[in-house]
T-cell receptor, first 115, second 115 residues
C-alpha cells in the first residue's frame, strides 16, 4: 500500500514565522503535490513537483515555496506565515504519466493555525 | 481552464436510503480523467474511482455506482442503502491526460447519514 505521511497533524504558528510542512512517500512516485483545503473551496493546488529539484506553480502559489531534494520528500514552506494561511494542507503523490494506476494518494493532512 | 462543480453542499439522509451526489465538469480537453474521493472525519482522502473520458460505461462496486455521461459533462455517484459509515465529504475531481495531471477538485459534498 502507498503510504504518504505528513510531519504534523496539527500546527500552531505565529504571524511572521517561517513554517515548514514535510511530506514523505514510500512508493517511489515521481509526482508530488501540495494542496490547501478550505471550506466551500475544495482543494486547491499550491505547487507540484515531477522530479527531484523540479517544481511548478499551481493555482495559488503566492506566499509559498517548495523544496524537493530527495525523491521521497516534498516540503512546503511558508516564508512568513500570515493568518490567511490558516488552513488544512494536504500532500499527495502519484506515479508518472502513462502508468496504469495514476491516481493520487493523499497524506492525512496538516491543520495549520496562524495566530 | 478546467472546472468541477458540486452543487450540493450538504446532504442528509436516513440510513438505508439511496443517495446521489452530483458532479458536473468543464474541460476543453478531449481526453481526461475523472475521480471521486472520500474524506472521512479523520481527514485523509480515500480514492474511490477513476474514469477515463473514453470509457462511458457505468461502474458498480458493491453499494457504490457511478454514472458517467459525456453528453452532459456529468459524473454522478450513487450510494445504495446508505450506512452511517458513509458519512464523509465526497470530492469529485478532474485531471488532464497530459502533463503533470494535477487534480482540479470540486468544492465537495458533505453527506450525513443518520441512524
Amino acid at each position: 500500500d502507498v503510504k504518504v505521511t505528513q510531519s504534523s497533524r496539527y500546527l500552531v504558528k505565529r504571524t511572521g514565522e517561517k513554517v515548514f510542512l514535510e511530506c514523505v512517500q514510500d512508493m517511489d512516485h515521481e509526482n508530488m503535490f501540495w494542496y490547501r483545503q478550505d471550506p466551500g473551496l475544495g482543494l486547491r493546488l499550491i505547487y507540484f513537483s515531477y522530479d527531484v529539484k523540479m517544481k511548478e506553480k499551481g493555482d495559488i502559489p503566492e506566499g509559498y515555496s517548495v523544496s524537493r531534494e530527495k525523491k521521497e520528500r516534498f516540503s512546503l514552506i511558508l516564508e512568513s506565515a500570515s493568518t490567511n494561511q490558516t488552513s488544512m494542507y494536504l500532500c499527495a503523490s502519484s506515479p508518472p504519466v502513462g502508468r496504469l494506476r495514476s491516481e493520487q494518494y493523499f497524506g492525512p493532512g496538516t491543520r495549520l493555525t496562524v495566530t | 481552464a478546467q472546472k468541477v462543480t458540486q452543487a450540493q453542499t450538504e446532504i442528509s439522509v436516513v440510513e438505508k436510503e439511496d443517495v446521489t451526489l452530483d458532479c458536473v465538469y468543464e474541460t476543453r480537453d478531449t481526453t481526461y480523467y475523472l475521480f471521486w474521493y472520500k474524506q472521512p472525519p479523520s481527514g485523509e482522502l480515500v480514492f474511490l474511482i477513476r474514469r477515463n473520458s473514453f470509457d462511458e460505461q457505468n461502474e458498480i462496486s458493491g453499494r457504490y455506482s457511478w454514472n458517467f455521461q459525456k453528453s452532459t459533462s456529468s459524473f454522478n455517484f450513487t450510494i445504495t442503502a446508505s450506512q452511517v459509515v458513509d458519512s464523509a465529504v465526497y470530492f469529485c475531481a478532474l485531471s488532464r491526460d497530459t502533463g503533470r495531471r494535477a487534480l482540479t477538485f470540486g468544492s465537495g459534498t458533505r453527506l450525513q447519514v443518520q441512524p
